[in-house]
């Protein structure tokens, strides 16, 4: 173990590790975790949780078993520190691409992949386009690199990057804990064209000064029709980075055609079964969820730019208007009749069900099981100013709300890896560890009051400013109301299975779910802000600055085919 020290290196601020016993200033290690219940085993299929993937002419394992190289702990920062390790258990056959790094503050569930050169048989065809080449798909290094050391004698931390031949690309960095070079049969690089570009994702470690840093790392391209494959390694460097600049590694490139890692139909149905999420809703919550059909058996009614008069929607959806893009010349409203209006506006939970896309993502190394919530409705906005909450009459609401969360689950084990909360304009994605979890492995979802966005556990979540207590309240609660989506479900795409899945008429309309609405905000805001002690009343302008758009205006929303996450990565 090591202790790590300030120091200079190079006239610029640095750090550096003391090797000490364990039994002096011991850094906390972290724990393996696992999920509350063991995975089951799942239905036949192709490759779906066999431990392996293929990605054309490379074949790769996800290796889970590390040995600690070394950890330290900063000065100044996290008493924690991070440990960085060396993957080990690789099976014969297989080499390793780089080293794993990772927060002590955090359970042990990180990988590496290690891959080996598949040969493939006569009828195989790897991609659209032929490599023309003989070179192998891997190679050892030329040599190595130092990128950084803490040069304070024995014990100190050295990052190595690979020298790759001429056509190659590396894929990780390895770490010592000595100045001796790696042996160059420690890592193998990959041929170039079978692989992507990658860019920095999570600050693991930086000094106080910035002089050196170490991220994750993740495709630069992502999304269902990408093929960029994360590798599980760490990037460091001592200079600064640039957003979307191309790094010194790369990440692997999926060229099979068949993704046959992904689910098959009746692997889908288990997935879901086994991990689907328990939506709580608010216990004061007004305006619930409740099935498409239910929607439009009740009155819904479909508007043409130019008429009057809303027509009825058949309960299929089967005569909206299919394809095309949001020209604005059709939208969805409640029923006329006040009556028939109140009793949509307030939904229908007893007939609510999450509406299932399933797709690849990361190259087909992960299926994203994305899981979609209607509400006919989305109430009026409440507002935090300082110690004072404001529940808004109007401002806020709107006909037709699209929420949804997405489950992210590794093909190497069918283990859930993370879940992903949208919420409003944003979202935010959550390692296994740090979910709850209900009946087993099902994760809780908590559905915010009146907004319906999506969070990971029970409590006031602000949107707007945090520093200054100014924006619109998330609450969230555990209550009575809630839908269980491992039996309350419809699968409604699942493009990469070709045919097997059809899609409702409904999820074609990709036009408008609700009326345009503009909001009055001003004048009720000015009355709100009149009210606010002097000091945080500095001037109109910039508290309106603070409050979200959706308090001055709300298109009507769209559909989820409609949405970037639909085809694109979620947004983080």
Same mark, same amino acid.
């Given at each position: 173990?090591?202790?790590?020290?300030?120091?200079?290196?190079?006239?610029?601020?640095?750090?550096?590790?003391?090797?000490?016993?364990?039994?002096?200033?011991?850094?906390?290690?972290?724990q393996?975790?696992?999920?509350?219940?063991?995975?089951?085993?799942?239905?036949?299929?192709?490759?779906?949780?066999?431990?392996?993937?293929?990605?054309?002419?490379?074949?790769?394992?996800?290796?889970?078993?590390?040995?600690?190289?070394?950890?330290?702990?900063?000065?100044?920062?996290?008493?924690?520190?991070?440990?960085?390790?060396?993957?080990? &258990?690789?099976?014969? *056959?297989? +080499?390793?691409?780089?080293? %794993?790094?990772?927060?002590?503050? =955090?359970? /042990?569930?990180?990988?590496?992949?290690?891959?080996?050169?598949?040969?493939?048989?006569?009828?195989?065809?790897?991609?659209?386009?032929?490599?023309?080449t003989?070179?192998?798909?891997?190679?050892?290094?030329?040599?190595y690199?130092?990128?950084?050391?803490?040069?304070?004698?024995?014990?100190?931390?050295?990052?190595?990057?690979?020298?790759?031949?001429?056509?190659?690309?590396?894929?990780?960095?390895?770490?010592?804990?000595?100045?001796?070079?790696?042996?160059?049969?420690?890592?193998?690089?990959?041929r170039?064209?079978?692989?992507?570009?990658?860019?920095?994702?999570?600050?693991?470690?930086?000094?106080?000064?910035?002089?050196?840093?170490?991220?994750?790392?993740?495709p630069?391209?992502?999304?269902?029709?990408?093929? &960029?494959?994360?590798? *599980?390694? +760490?990037?460091?460097?001592? %200079?600064?980075?640039?957003?979307? =600049?191309? /790094?010194?590694?790369?990440?692997?490139?999926n060229?099979?055609?068949?993704?046959?890692?992904?689910?098959?139909?009746?692997?889908?149905?288990?997935?879901?079964?086994?991990?689907?999420?328990?939506?709580?809703?608010?216990?004061?919550?007004?305006?619930?969820?409740?099935?498409?059909?239910?929607?439009?058996?009740?009155?819904?009614?479909?508007?043409?730019?130019?008429?009057?008069?809303?027509?009825p929607?058949?309960?299929?959806?089967?005569?909206?208007?299919s394809?095309?893009?949001?020209?604005?010349a059709?939208?969805?409203?409640?029923?006329?009749d006040?009556?028939a209006?109140?009793?949509?506006?307030?939904?229908?939970?007893?007939?609510?069900?999450?509406?299932?896309?399933?797709?690849p993502?990361?190259?087909?190394?992960?299926t994203?099981?994305?899981?979609?919530?209607?509400?006919?409705?989305?109430?009026?906005?409440?507002?935090?100013?300082?110690?004072?909450?404001?529940?808004?009459?109007?401002?806020?609401?709107?006909?037709?709300?699209?929420?949804?969360?997405?489950?992210?689950?590794?093909?190497?084990?069918?283990?859930?890896?993370?879940?992903?909360?949208?919420?409003?304009?944003?979202?935010?994605?959550?390692d296994?560890?740090?979910l709850?979890?209900?009946?087993?492995?099902?994760?809780?979802?908590?559905?915010?009051?009146?907004?319906?966005?999506?969070?990971?556990?029970?409590?006031?979540?602000?949107?707007?400013?945090?520093?200054?207590?100014?924006?619109?309240?998330?609450?969230?609660?555990?209550?009575?109301?809630?839908?269980?989506?491992?039996?309350?479900?419809?699968?409604v795409?699942?493009?990469?299975?070709?045919?097997?899945?059809t899609e409702?008429?409904?999820?074609?309309?990709?036009?408008?779910?609700?009326?345009?609405?503009?909001?009055?905000?001003?004048?009720?805001?000015?009355?709100?802000?009149?009210?606010?002690?002097?000091?945080?009343?500095?001037?109109?302008?910039?508290?309106?600055?603070?409050?979200?758009?959706?308090l001055?205006?709300?298109?009507?929303?769209?559909?989820?085919?409609?949405?970037?996450?639909?085809?694109?990565?979620?947004?983080?």
């Amino acid at each position: 173990m090591f202790e790590l020290l300030g120091g200079k290196m190079f006239g610029c601020e640095c750090f550096c590790w003391r090797k000490h016993t364990d039994h002096q200033y011991p850094l906390p290690q972290p724990q393996p975790f696992f999920l509350p219940s063991p995975i089951p085993e799942w239905p036949l299929g192709q490759g779906f949780g066999t431990g392996k993937i293929n990605l054309g002419e490379l074949e790769v394992v996800k290796i889970t078993e590390f040995e600690r190289v070394w950890s330290c702990s900063l000065l100044r920062g996290k008493a924690e520190g991070v440990t960085f390790y060396k993957p080990v &258990g690789i099976p014969d *056959g297989f +080499f390793c691409l780089g080293y %794993y790094c990772q927060p002590n503050d =955090q359970p /042990l569930r990180g990988y590496v992949l290690a891959a080996r050169e598949r040969v493939a048989s006569s009828t195989e065809v790897y991609c659209d386009y032929d490599s023309d080449t003989d070179f192998p798909a891997l190679r050892k290094p030329v040599n190595y690199s130092l990128i950084w050391s803490t040069d304070c004698g024995s014990g100190c931390g050295f990052f190595w990057l690979p020298n790759q031949p001429l056509g190659y690309k590396a894929m990780g960095i390895l770490v010592t804990d000595t100045q001796d070079e790696p042996d160059v049969e420690e890592v193998r690089c990959v041929r170039e064209d079978l692989t992507e570009t990658c860019e920095i994702m999570d600050t693991i470690l930086a000094t106080d000064a910035n002089t050196f840093q170490v991220w994750t790392t993740r495709p630069c391209k992502r999304g269902m029709f990408c093929k &960029g494959v994360s590798v *599980g390694t +760490f990037f460091c460097c001592t %200079y600064f980075i640039s957003e979307n =600049q191309e /790094l010194e590694i790369a990440c692997l490139k999926n060229l099979d055609p068949s993704l046959h890692a992904m689910p098959n139909l009746d692997q889908i149905h288990a997935v879901i079964k086994h991990y689907g999420a328990t939506v709580f809703f608010h216990p004061k919550e007004d305006c619930m969820p409740s099935s498409v059909q239910w929607f439009f058996k009740n009155g819904a009614l479909l508007y043409k730019d130019g008429k009057v008069n809303g027509e009825p929607i058949d309960y299929l959806g089967s005569n909206l208007p299919s394809g095309g893009t949001n020209d604005g010349a059709f939208w969805i409203d409640l029923p006329r009749d006040d009556n028939a209006r109140k009793n949509v506006r307030n939904g229908n939970l007893e007939s609510a069900e999450l509406y299932v896309h399933v797709k690849p993502a990361l190259g087909g190394t992960f299926t994203d099981i994305v899981m979609w919530i209607f509400c006919p409705f989305n109430g009026p906005a409440n507002l935090k100013i300082g110690l004072m909450n404001i529940q808004m009459n109007k401002i806020g609401q709107h006909v037709g709300d699209w929420e949804h969360f997405t489950l992210r689950i590794s093909n190497f084990t069918g283990e859930l890896w993370q879940v992903y909360f949208s919420q409003h304009s944003g979202g935010e994605w959550v390692d296994a560890f740090n979910l709850e979890f209900i009946e087993g492995n099902k994760p809780i979802v908590y559905s915010s009051k009146h907004g319906h966005a999506s969070f990971p556990h029970p409590g006031i979540y602000l949107q707007g400013s945090d520093k200054l207590g100014i924006g619109i309240r998330n609450d969230t609660a555990r209550s009575n109301y809630f839908v269980d989506s491992s039996t309350r479900y419809q699968i409604v795409a699942a493009e990469y299975l070709g045919g097997v899945v059809t899609e409702p008429c409904w999820l074609q309309y990709m036009r408008e779910w609700g009326p345009t609405i503009v909001y009055d905000s001003r004048s009720e805001l000015d009355k709100i802000i009149s009210l606010l002690p002097l000091f945080v009343r500095f001037s109109v302008e910039n508290i309106f600055d603070l409050f979200p758009t959706e308090l001055y205006g709300e298109e009507g929303p769209t559909g989820p085919k409609e949405k970037d996450n639909w085809v694109g990565d979620e947004r983080s």
